[in-house]
């Protein structure tokens, strides 16, 4: 642990003026992001005696090794660049809002030529007007199929709007009178568009002038006896206030508001988020976060807002937010939601009447959500820190392993050999440190080789980029991207990175799939290159036997052990990674084959000779008499497959490397 007073700045080096400041660790990865409306009074608070500031700030300045800030001319832009900072570095001790499911919106893609009505979850695109979002999908489509009577925009992906252009006929929602048909000219894109400008006017809650004209437009054509036309726009307008009902009134003035209500105890807190456009509650989300900060009420109501708004504009950000406690800087935050508004934005607490109401049962939600995340996460902190401490005391290590990188090697037959690397902090998986790799040092099947390979690149980079931020003083060693490895948007070095997405940030332990053949390798890269402070294991797949470097008996931990369940997650992850980017290789290389070369031989001809021998391996042992029992395959097709085939170079045979015995299957290949 660090000294703060080792890297405090010099009296009067620190600015009075508004700014935004960073502590990184010694590893000059970002650890914290904060803002400060006066940068020499809030850095200050950090550099007192050690015992009287919060647990959680004690571990925060003892962990970083440095402090650096950037000044700004107003508070808002303090606001906006530590968003910025935050989503861009990822620091681990600032509160990061985890979203406790993937909400489905309904979206309207105004980017198109013909713009489409669809369910769409994940980030928001630009050129897309959303409404939501829904507690489940199942419910948009109930009430998208209400409108489409009245609003008949297009709903069917752009293969199928294609095919109806090309074949001249519409779709069944466009015989049915739920689409305008766009696809074949019904409507012009004009026409069209207009259509989906009125479709969301309606969702973003301008209901009763809909409403209104489709009575009018019945009185009407009832007066001249149309009825047939009253009785449709009478079906219209039910249609739509039966849409409407799926959205009960809160508000009766038709406000338009975000209520965030938050509940939180010493470690933990949870955000509910009710989304009331028009008066009426258009979505409901929550979020769940760990305090690894020292914070506030306020400061998690911050956060919140930045999480909730930082890519947001226009009507996105609503009128009015409602919350439960003020920012620190209130004044500040308003401005700042006004300006991705575009307009005023009122942030207040309720203190009576409908809206006071509505927040109380915001805050019952917020706690529900909390209590039901304590029970279901309980057991996990204490199961992950149980199964740390298991594999500390098992490998001999001195502390526990807060971060685990697992290193797997996967092929087929010998071919497209790759490699994984997954990383695991604190027991969870960190899936934006994941890394891939080619094996290109050589050709063929031999994954201790493979292994040694991929451990020497990895540390390798760590200590380029070791010596890079000047840990030592030496010549400095060459900066550019390993080969093999997946390319890395931030392989160019900069000075000013802190960003948890490189190698420099060493793990307590490698883990690497396989048995003593493969410790002993990885063990014989890291000692080559020096590096004699990583504990190194390997997890054998058959007996789940943990093997050490040097020792000739395996280390066996009880099949109830949390250490070895959480060993076998990362080891298994690894697997998966691994054997996934093996497979999108294979799927490349199989596109050329032997039948590639057999003139007049098309995909679907292809597909029907594997299906019908089970593999290519099958296939080659076959006589062109049982060739030509494969239908559409003619005797002189068969003749020329036969002959392809026999051509073809052979396959190498896979081979086991910890039993020497040769693996054979069905497909003619194997996969570790």
């Known amino acids: 642990m660090a000294d703060p007073s080792s890297y405090r700045p010099k009296p009067g080096q620190i600015p009075d003026s508004p700014g935004v400041y960073k502590f990184r660790d010694e590893h000059r990865r970002v650890i914290y992001v904060g803002k400060a409306k006066n940068l020499r009074q809030r850095l200050a608070n950090y550099f007192q005696d050690v015992a009287a500031l919060h647990p959680r700030t004690r571990t925060m300045v003892t962990t970083a090794a440095s402090v650096e800030w950037t000044v700004v001319s107003t508070e808002v832009e303090a606001l906006q660049l ?62 998208v199929d209400l409108m489409l009577r009245v609003f008949p925009v297009r709903t069917c992906s752009a293969g199928v709007f294609k095919n109806a252009a090309r074949t001249g006929r519409p779709c069944l929602l466009g015989y049915i009178g739920k689409c305008s048909a766009p696809c074949v000219g019904r409507v012009t894109p004009e026409e069209h568009r207009e259509l989906a400008g009125d479709f969301c006017d309606f969702m973003a809650g301008r209901t009763g002038t809909y409403i209104r004209r489709l009575e009018k437009d019945m009185m009407a054509a009832a007066e001249e006896m149309e009825y047939e036309r009253a009785a449709r726009l009478r079906d219209d307008a039910e249609a739509l206030k039966r849409a409407m009902e799926k959205s009960a009134v809160v508000l009766a003035d038709a406000t338009d508001a975000d209520l965030i209500a938050v509940a939180e105890d010493e470690l933990e807190a949870a955000v509910q988020i009710f989304h009331v456009r028009g008066g009426r509650v258009r979505g409901q ?37 409602l919350v439960p406690a003020l920012p620190e800087h209130p004044d500040a935050v308003s401005q700042w939601l006004a300006d991705r508004r575009g307009s005023h934005v009122s942030l207040r607490i309720p203190q009576r ?45 001195d502390t526990a392993p807060l971060r685990i990188e697992c290193f797997d090697i996967s092929h087929l037959q010998g071919d497209d050999v790759v490699a994984s690397m997954v990383v695991f902090e604190d ?97 014989r890269a890291l000692d080559e290159l020096g590096i004699d402070d990583i504990a190194v294991c390997g997890l054998a797949k ?45 799927a490349k290389r199989i596109r050329s084959s032997p039948l590639d070369a057999v003139a007049g031989l098309g995909g679907t001809r292809k597909q029907a000779l594997i299906k019908h021998f089970g593999s290519v391996k099958k296939l080659k042992q076959a006589t062109i008499d049982e060739i030509c029992e494969v239908p559409g395959i003619g005797r002189r097709t068969a003749e020329s497959v036969a002959v392809a085939l026999a051509s073809a170079a052979p396959a190498t045979p896979a081979v086991n490397t910890a039993t020497g015995e040769i693996i054979e299957d069905d497909d003619g290949g194997s996969t570790t």
């Not at 979002?133 to 419910?139: E, K, L, N, R, T």
């Not at 020292?294 to 919140?304: C, I, K, N, P, R």
């Not at 529900?368 to 594999?391: F, V, Y």
């Open 542 to 586: 058959r007996l789940e036997e943990v093997w050490l470097p040097d020792d000739d008996d395996p280390v066996v931990l009880p099949r109830s052990s949390e250490g070895l369940y959480l060993l076998q997650r990362v080891r298994d992850e690894a697997h998966r990674f691994a054997i996934t980017y093996q497979r999108v290789k294979r």
């Open 285 to 321: 989300r929550g979020w769940v976060t760990d305090k690894v900060e020292h914070v506030d009420t306020s400061g998690l109501v911050e956060h919140a807002l930045q999480q909730l708004y930082g890519e947001e504009t226009g009507d996105s950000v609503p009128k009015e937010v």
């Open 427 to 523: 027991g969870l998986a960190r899936k934006s440190e994941y890394r891939r790799f080619q094996i290109k040092g050589f050709e063929g099947q031999d994954d201790v080789r493979s292994m040694h390979e991929v451990i020497g690149r990895r540390f390798k980079r760590y200590l380029q980029e070791k010596e890079r931020t000047g840990e030592w003083e030496e010549t400095p060693a060459p900066t550019g991207p390993v080969p093999g490895t997946t390319p890395d948007p931030d392989a160019e070095p900069r000075e000013d990175d802190g960003r948890p997405k490189r190698f420099a940030y060493p793990p307590q332990l490698v883990v690497v799939d396989g048995g003593q053949p493969q410790v002993a390798a990885a063990k």
């Open 82 to 143: 530590e968003y910025s900072w935050i989503k861009e570095y990822d620091p681990r001790f600032n509160v990061k809002y985890r979203d406790d499911k993937s909400y489905p919106y309904l979206a309207v893609t105004l980017n198109e030529e013909f713009p489409r009505v669809q369910v769409m979850r994940g980030s928001k695109k630009k050129g897309v007007r959303y409404f939501g979002p829904y507690g489940h999908a199942w419910a948009i489509r109930e009430t």
């Open 353 to 397: 009447g409908d809206k006071k109401d509505l927040m109380v049962t915001v805050q019952r939600n917020a706690q529900q959500a909390l209590g039901l995340h304590k029970t279901k996460r309980a057991s996990d902190l204490t199961t992950r820190s149980r199964a740390l401490e298991e594999i500390a005391e098992a490998l001999g290590l």
